[in-house]
């Protein structure tokens, strides 16, 4: 029962389903209508989230990587480059194409963090759950306010399955959320995003 719990949670809350649902979020919060909120959201989606879940269906497909979510920490190697090398074009195309600003930093501080967990990869394996839900849920309460702060709700669960299913020590769970909390932090603050 635990365990498929945790395999319930883990699939559910995992990190296309919480970065699509943050994007789709900011694109409606800072457009003036639901048609130009949606044209961001497709944009945003498509040179992001689509192009890594292709990646990843076809890397299980042909037997490269265990799974969707339970991947050793060399198997994810080619996907942190290829999301990486996708969220340096996406960063790069909402920039010029003046996409909303609250998009724009937020894809400038995911390029960031799957870079620096690329890196970390080589010889660590943080939790991209655990960072996903934790960097989301910090620029919802950031947007929002208090009001915003019932959602940390959702980290916990997330943090508990990613242990339960043994993918990753409490450690590595703590670390990546608390390393895409900081460079969220960093990069709203950088911009001016904070305190507007």
Not at 19 to 35: D, P, V, W, Y
Not at 114 to 133: D, E, P, Q, R
Request: charged content about 10%.
């Amino acid at each position: 029962m635990r365990k498929r719990l945790a395999h319930l949670i883990s699939n559910t809350l995992n990190p296309f389903i919480v970065s699509a649902a943050i994007i789709i979020l900011l694109a409606f919060k800072e457009t003036s209508g639901a048609s130009e909120a949606l044209k961001w959201a497709a944009i945003s989606l498509a040179v992001s989230v689509l192009p890594t879940l292709v990646v990843v269906v076809f890397l299980v497909r042909s037997k490269r990587m265990d799974g969707f979510f339970n991947t050793t920490q060399e198997q994810r190697n080619i996907v942190y480059l290829i999301a990486s090398g996708l969220g340096a074009i996406g960063c790069g195309l909402l920039w010029y194409l003046n996409a909303p600003e609250l998009l724009a930093v937020t894809f400038t501080a995911g390029l960031i963090s799957i870079v620096l967990f690329t890196g970390i990869n080589y010889f660590w394996k943080v939790s991209l759950h655990t960072a996903f839900i934790a960097a989301s849920l910090t620029i919802v309460i950031m947007i929002y306010g208090v009001i915003a702060v019932w959602a940390i709700v959702f980290l916990p669960p997330v943090a508990w399955a990613r242990i339960e299913l043994k993918q990753h020590s409490v450690t590595q769970v703590v670390a990546g959320g608390l390393l895409a909390v900081l460079v969220v932090l960093g990069i709203f603050w950088g911009f001016g995003v904070i305190g507007k």
